[in-house]
Nanobody, 124 residues
Framework: QVQLVESGGGLVQAGGSLRLSCATT????????MAWFRQAPGKEREFVAR????????DYSDSVKGRFTISRDKANNTVNLQMNSLKPEDTAVYYC?????????????????WGQGTQVTVSS
C-alpha cells in the first residue's frame, strides 16, 4: 500500500510557474502508475496528467498540454508536476493519485490511492 503527500502549491501570478511534488511512503511509487488531478470550487475533479510505471509514457489534458510536465524522480521516490505559463483558470486543489498498474486511465475511478491535495491559486 502507498501513501501520497503533495507539496509545492501556493499563490502565483498569471504567467508564473510552480512545481508540485508527490512524495510516496509505505510502498515505493515505482510499482504504481501515477497521475495528477485537480478540482476547482464547484466543479468535478478532472484529469491533468498521468505517467506510466516506467516513466516512458506521459499524457496530458488538452487544457495543460504544452505548459505542464509530469515526471518521476525515482531516486527520491516522488512524482513531480512542473507547471509553467499558469493561468487563473488553473486555480484548483491539485491531487496526486496512484494505481497498481502499468498506466492508469484518465478518470477518477481509475485510481485507488489519493493524496490530501495542495492548493494552487493563480492571480490575474
Amino acid at each position: 500500500q502507498v501513501q501520497l503527500v503533495e507539496s509545492g502549491g501556493g499563490l502565483v501570478q498569471a504567467g508564473g510557474s510552480l512545481r508540485l511534488s508527490c512524495a510516496t511512503t509505505g510502498d515505493t511509487c515505482r510499482y504504481y502508475a501515477m497521475a495528477w488531478f485537480r478540482q476547482a470550487p464547484g466543479k468535478e475533479r478532472e484529469f491533468v496528467a498521468r505517467i506510466s510505471r516506467s516513466g516512458s509514457t506521459t499524457d496530458y489534458s488538452d487544457s495543460v498540454k504544452g505548459r505542464f510536465t509530469i515526471s518521476r524522480d525515482k531516486a527520491n521516490n516522488t512524482v513531480n508536476l512542473q507547471m509553467n505559463s499558469l493561468k487563473p483558470e488553473d486555480t484548483a486543489v491539485y491531487y496526486c493519485a496512484a494505481v497498481w498498474s502499468l498506466i492508469g486511465g484518465t478518470g477518477v475511478s481509475a485510481y485507488n490511492y489519493w493524496g490530501q491535495g495542495t492548493q494552487v491559486t493563480v492571480s490575474s
